[in-house]
């Protein structure tokens, strides 16, 4: 697609300040987020006769159909200059706006993304589900794609990836990497999942489990000998594997929680916080890896043991949210403002900080 001037010159802006999303909102200028923070920009404001005009612009005569028959959609557009981008339109007082994401034109490395080692991994599984969770814009595309990257890079296999959108599109180098983007080349995860079974795969990407169908299907496959990534819009590990039950019937949860005990290998939970010079934002992470504890706490219902097998795993690199986040306040990269808020137990974190400091302060 090429991409008109007016809108070419706003996605250049937001690459050279390097902004992490771009918001069109009729009204005010396009506004750009920089280091966590919506910044307006100096452009002049927007009418809603141009939002409509700029959305328009970056759909297709296909995405326009679903947009206007869903009133939202989710897709992805590439300039040869500028690289890809994601767009979430949307209609606010009948009138469609947008959000953008400029997405990545390189996998960084591991240590550049700051994820834990363990994450290499689940990559080398040769089967089992490995759930990736964070709210919206925490990262999980970005992680999803580095274990890609790193499959492609080690193994001799088939790998398919079903994405709201593609945002990084790779290329093979060991493995065959078949890259599908809902509404542009298949109609529905669930069904792409059923046809992608068809297809010889080892390795199967999801970019969201988002319905019972798309998660029903990734569990069989999980269990059948396929290596399933998958992300999720759930903060943790608990309310991960809650979340997934939650989706079925309630008859049919008992049947899901055997599923999961048997086939999930792991859960990386990630927020990204806004660094303590407000430059950038940092990633903290949160991570389970299956053992027997874990797969019998789930097997026996007993979800909220799970946090147990975290605390008692630290050996092995499992840690939660809160001992991440106790880690980069240490280290001075985070605040304690931003350590308390971005806890699950604010008022625990509170209490670690406090130790911690007492202990730092005690005579040697």
């Given at each position: ?94 009138n469609p706006e947008m959000a953008i994401r400029p997405v990545m034109d390189h996998i960084k490395t591991r240590a550049e993304l700051r994820l834990p080692e363990q994450l290499e991994d689940f990559t080398r599984l040769s089967s089992g589900l490995v759930l990736i969770t964070g709210p919206t814009g925490t990262g999980k595309t970005t992680t999803m794609n580095y274990m890609i990257d790193l499959i492609n890079s080690e193994r001799r296999c088939k790998i398919i990836a079903i994405e709201d959108p593609v945002e990084y599109v790779h290329r093979p180098k060991k493995a065959i990497i078949i890259q599908q983007e809902l509404y542009t080349d298949v109609k529905s995860f669930g069904s792409a999942l059923i046809h992608v079974l ?167």
């Open positions: 697609m090429v991409v008109s001037g007016e809108i070419q010159r706003i996605l250049a802006a937001a690459r050279q300040e390097n902004a992490s999303d771009i918001h069109i909102v009729a009204g005010l200028p396009p506004l750009f987020r920089i280091g966590g923070e919506i910044m307006l920009t100096n452009m002049p404001p927007l009418t809603r006769e141009d939002t409509k005009r700029l959305c328009y612009d970056l759909l297709n005569e296909e995405q326009v159909k679903v947009f206007e028959r869903e009133w939202q959609i989710c897709c992805s557009v590439f300039d040869d200059k500028l690289g890809r981008f994601r767009i979430s339109v949307y209609y606010r007082v009948s068809r297809q010889d795969p080892d390795v199967i990407c999801i970019g969201e489990m988002r319905d019972m169908d798309t998660t029903a299907t990734a569990l069989v496959a999980a269990e059948t000998g396929h290596l399933v990534i998958a992300t999720c819009h759930t903060p943790n590990t608990l309310q991960t594997v809650e979340r997934i039950v939650s989706i079925f019937p309630e008859n049919q949860q008992p049947q899901i929680f055997a599923q999961l005990a048997s086939s999930l290998q792991g859960v990386i939970a990630q927020r990204l916080i806004p660094s303590a010079d407000r430059k950038c934002r940092i990633i903290a992470t949160e991570l389970l890896i299956m053992n027997h504890a874990a797969r019998r706490h789930i097997r026996d219902h007993e979800l909220h043991l799970l946090i147990n097998v975290i605390q008692m795993g630290r050996k092995t690199g499992m840690h939660l949210m809160e001992d991440s986040l106790l880690e980069l306040y240490e280290a001075g990269e985070i605040t304690y403002d931003s350590a308390v808020n971005y806890s699950h137990d604010p008022g625990e974190m509170r209490k670690r900080i406090h130790n911690q400091t007492e202990r730092h302060n005690e005579p040697s």
